[in-house]
């Protein structure tokens, strides 16, 4: 496993008296199904989760043990969700900054500073820092990651109900040999992502 996040960017912030600190990640930008999901989270200083990371570096069971004390010891979680028309009618990455924006807007409060894994959220109208690969290096970040990778893990589930035989609930929209096995017998599903090739290429099948 990889070095674990710590609270060396936070701190940076609290030193200067920005005690709101907001930590964005998101979920589910690789699946050709279901939504897109970010979160915010909000902490005290100094407070720290033993055990928190990069959500891909964890097993399912350490971030659902993981999930509850986030919810618990934050300040304030915010989550945001791109549904698969906008996925489709935005494209993937516009999707994803809407989700993150509203993700901040949940939180209830006005974090006086952002820290966003990877890439900078567009027309955001607060101090943003970008941490290329945050969610290994900030904690606020990590925690983020958990929280939205459980709620999407668990709304694909929900999913998975509505839309049976594909799935959902075991590969969570992502493309497995499976998968795509799956979509090529049943073609899409109302939560496939039409403007992802894998999924047009199916739908196109269906036509002839």
């Known amino acids: 496993m990889s070095k674990r996040p710590d609270l060396r960017y936070e701190r940076r912030l609290w030193k200067v008296g920005i005690e709101a600190v907001a930590g964005v990640d998101e979920a589910g930008v690789g699946p ?3 939504p897109v999901v970010a979160a915010a989270v909000v902490f005290a200083p100094e407070t720290f989760i033993r055990g928190v990371h990069d959500s891909k570096q964890l097993t ?9 004390p ?3 010891q934050a300040i304030a ?3 945001g969700v791109a549904e698969v028309n906008e996925i489709d009618r935005l494209n993937i990455f516009w999707a994803t900054m809407s989700a993150s924006r509203r993700a901040l807007e949940a939180l209830g409060l006005t974090p ?3 820290l966003v894994d990877g890439r900078l959220i567009p027309r955001l109208e607060l101090p943003q820092t970008k941490i290329v690969g945050g969610d290994r290096k900030s904690f606020c970040i990590a925690a983020a990651s ?3 990778k459980v709620t999407r893990d668990r709304m694909m589930v929900d999913l998975d109900g509505q839309y049976p035989g594909y799935g959902f609930a075991q590969h969570k929209g992502y493309c497995t040999n499976e998968h795509m096995q799956l979509l090529i017998k049943l073609g899409p599903s109302p939560i496939h992502r039409r403007s992802f090739w894998p999924v047009a290429a199916s739908a196109q099948r269906l036509l002839f």
């Open 32 to 34: 050709m199904a279901g």
């Open 60 to 68: 399912h069971e350490q971030r659902e043990e993981l999930f509850t």
């Open 70 to 72: 986030i919810r618990e």
């Open 77 to 79: 979680v915010g989550i």
């Open 112 to 114: 006086g500073h952002v």
């Open 146 to 148: 958990i929280i939205a």
